[in-house]
């Protein structure tokens, strides 16, 4: 699939309850006021956060990254969701010469489900347990306190004011990761994408990529006020637990 061609498609006409602007206005809403207050409230972590990165090793404190999105848009009189691309922000984690090809071997191995490879980045893991590569010797001393408590991710609030983001939806992927997708995956990204979702609260990073595309659909066919909330709400205890957070 040519960036052209991905850049440029639509995802799947809206459809059922979502198709009703109201609900993607007060989700907007909410998004912004809930966003700006917690912004507000985690200035102070923030701050810390920023110094003892700088002091644990060298590098910007912010970490940049492409990211892909839905967006909806109407088109010829319908509503489609559009796939475009924007900045994703987020503490930084690692050093700033880890070899980014780490990640796309990983990124392909989980979406392929190629098990050998991956069991080779995690040892032994178990059921349950993260499959993101263990003691990536590219997370700083600091980076893995970050990940652990999901404090990196933070400066998506910045994100979700933007409009790149929302609070809930399925997390927005890397376009390396969108070349091993079958048509069925990009349906994924018909929903502005999230800081957590229906996904990360069932597993978090402990599941299949399978697994995470069919929650990801299961939400944007039931996405909701009242299954946003839930969400939100889930992601306080799911945070706390930090299950499949390293």
Same mark, same amino acid.
């Given at each position: 699939m040519s960036d052209a061609a991905l850049l440029h498609a639509?995802?799947?006409?809206d459809h059922g309850r979502a198709e009703r602007s109201g609900?993607?206005?007060?989700?907007?809403a909410v998004d912004v006021v809930v966003a700006s207050l917690l912004l507000v409230l985690a200035s102070p972590l923030l701050a810390l956060a920023a110094i003892v990165i700088r002091l644990d090793s060298p590098g910007p404190v912010v970490f940049r990254q492409q990211r892909l999105r839905g967006r909806r848009a109407k088109r010829d009189g319908r509503?489609?969701?559009?796939?475009?691309s924007f900045t994703l922000y987020k503490?930084?984690?690692?050093?700033?010469d880890a070899d980014p090809h780490v990640h796309r071997r990983y990124m392909e191995a989980y979406l392929t489900g190629d098990e050998e490879c991956l069991s080779t980045m995690r040892p032994g893991r178990k059921h349950g347990e993260s499959y993101r590569?263990?003691?990536?010797?590219?997370?700083?001393? $600091?980076?893995?306190?970050?990940?652990?408590?999901?404090?990196?991710e933070l400066p998506q609030l910045s994100n979700v004011l933007r409009?790149?983001?929302?609070?809930?939806?399925?997390?927005?992927?890397?376009?390396?990761?969108?070349?091993?997708?079958?048509?069925?995956?990009l349906r994924r990204?018909?929903?502005?994408?999230?800081?957590?979702?229906?996904?990360?609260?069932?597993?978090?990073?402990?599941?299949? $990529?399978?697994?995470?595309?069919r929650l990801d659909l299961e939400y944007i066919a039931r996405r909701s006020a009242w299954l946003d909330?839930?969400?939100?709400?889930?992601?306080?205890?799911?945070?706390?637990?930090?299950?499949?957070?390293?």
């Open positions: 639509d995802v799947l006409a609900y993607h206005v007060a989700k907007r509503w489609v969701w559009e796939i475009r503490l930084r984690t690692m050093r700033v590569p263990a003691e990536d010797p590219r997370v700083t001393r $600091f980076g893995r306190v970050l990940r652990k408590l999901s404090i990196d409009g790149d983001m929302s609070l809930v939806g399925p997390r927005p992927p890397v376009p390396y990761e969108v070349e091993h997708y079958q048509s069925y995956h990204l018909a929903s502005r994408p999230g800081i957590t979702g229906w996904a990360q609260v069932k597993g978090r990073c402990a599941i299949g $990529f399978e697994d995470m595309v909330l839930k969400v939100m709400m889930l992601t306080i205890p799911v945070v706390l637990s930090r299950k499949g957070a390293d």
